[in-house]
């Protein structure tokens, strides 16, 4: 049987670059024995993501999975309406909900740059291989300006993408681009690096501002604080920053 695509966050081209480092580095060693360190460094670096890979896939760990369904546990809806899944990747956070919400019509829109190995084609895929493909619809557009009126959708939901969005300088404005698009009262729960601090500011001050935009209710959660997450890969630079802020507007 068929099974569905949804990509690895640790992308096997960063397997392959360390890689590729580490022979090098090791080969010129031989010329100028003290560039043996940087061989060890590089050898450290590409286990540390060789670790992370499998943790992440569903043959290790399955964190990629467990992580999106933080998402859908702090969103709280009653599944009636219609959501949308900003930045959906190969669609796995929109599958889910899709799963978990039967009555909900889904649109899950993403980029798809070639920085990623997503694509538009491997969500529609994956959508018929989980047997949803009928009320679920995967557009391509920016999350820095979406393409849909104001307060359209009932709830929305994002994992790991704002700090992504090249096209805004200031990411705020993409959580406020993505609740301009929730209806009041509608359910939203964002995932991405809020406690890093360069991206973000301060996480109190960034609720307190989300507050001013007229969101009634928002909350903050961070993710290293569940325990499946392997002390490891709990490192800033790893999932370390990663939070969820939920409410309802
Ligand atoms: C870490 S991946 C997460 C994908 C998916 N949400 C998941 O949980 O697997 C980041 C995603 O953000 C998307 N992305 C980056 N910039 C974007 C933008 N400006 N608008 C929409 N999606 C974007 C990428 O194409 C990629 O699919």
Not at 41 to 50: A, H, K, R, T, Y
Not at 72 to 97: R, S, V, Y
Not at 215 to 223: K, M
Request: some cysteine; charged content about 20%.
């Amino acid at each position: 049987m068929e099974k569905p695509d949804y990509g690895n966050w640790m992308q096997l081209k960063y397997l392959y670059i360390t890689g590729v480092l580490t022979i090098f580095s090791l080969l010129l060693s031989f010329l100028y024995a003290p560039i043996i360190v940087l061989t060890v460094l590089f050898l450290g670096v590409c286990i540390f993501l060789s670790y992370t890979r499998n943790k992440l896939s569903p043959s290790g760990g399955d964190l990629q999975s467990k992580i999106q369904e933080l998402v859908l546990e702090h969103l709280n809806w009653d599944g009636k309406g219609n959501i949308i899944d900003i930045g959906c990747g190969n669609g796995p956070l929109t599958l889910k909900a899709a799963n978990k919400y039967p009555d909900a019509c889904l649109t899950g829109i993403d980029y798809w740059g070639v920085m990623w190995e997503y694509s538009h084609e491997i969500c529609k895929r994956n959508a018929k291989i989980e047997g949803v493909d009928d009320r679920l619809t995967f557009q391509k557009a920016s999350a820095s300006i979406l393409p849909f009126k104001d307060e359209y959708f009932d709830a929305a939901i994002s994992n790991l993408v704002f700090h992504e969005v090249k096209d805004t300088m200031d990411k705020r404005d993409v959580i406020q681009e993505a609740l301009r698009i929730v209806k009041k009262g509608g359910a939203f729960s964002f995932q991405d690096l809020f406690l890093d601090k360069k991206i973000y500011g301060d996480i109190g001050e960034l609720l307190d501002t989300i507050r001013s935009w007229g969101i009634e209710n928002v909350e903050f959660t961070s993710t290293k604080n569940s325990e499946f997450i392997p002390t490891a890969l709990k490192l800033p630079f790893v999932i370390g920053n990663i939070g969820i802020i939920y409410g309802t507007k």
